[in-house]
């Protein structure tokens, strides 16, 4: 059973970026595909990037295409989200998810796949 613990949030202006990190212990990380999720008050969680555990292929949300960036670190245990030229509906809450899985090429982006969270770490956009 593994753990994963988010860090990075904070406060950013528009068009700023930080780096999210999702940090696993007590499973094989390299055996877990692996997403980021957020959200935001009132609304649902929604997907926001996907990798599975062999790094590639990865898959995004629309809305963050070519400004977010997920990747993985397996010598590390380590996920990340690097996020880029942020816009404030970008604020909510984001999340770490990982899944077991023996399939090392597939990627999975609804919450209902995923067995593990984290507690979030919170990102918001505001100038």
């Known amino acids: 059973q593994v753990q994963v613990v988010e860090s990075g949030g904070g406060l950013v202006q528009p068009g700023g970026s930080l780096r999210l990190s999702c940090a696993a212990s007590?499973?094989?990380?390299?055996?877990?595909?692996m997403g980021w999720f957020r959200q935001a008050p009132g609304k649902e969680r929604e997907f926001v990037a996907a990798?599975?555990?062999?790094?590639?292929?990865?898959y995004y949300e629309q809305s963050v295409k070519g400004r977010f960036t997920i990747s993985r670190d397996n010598t590390k245990n380590t996920m990340y989200l690097q996020m880029n030229s942020l816009k404030v509906e970008d604020t909510a809450v984001y999340y770490c998810?990982?899944?077991?899985?023996?399939?090392?090429?597939?990627?999975?982006?609804?919450?209902?796949?995923?067995?593990?969270w984290g507690q979030g770490t919170q990102v918001t956009v505001s100038s």
């Open positions: 998810a990982a899944k077991q899985t023996v399939y090392s090429t597939y990627y999975y982006t609804e919450t209902y796949h995923y067995d593990y």
């Open positions: 007590g499973g094989t990380f390299n055996k877990y595909a």
């Open positions: 990798i599975s555990w062999s790094g590639a292929p990865t």
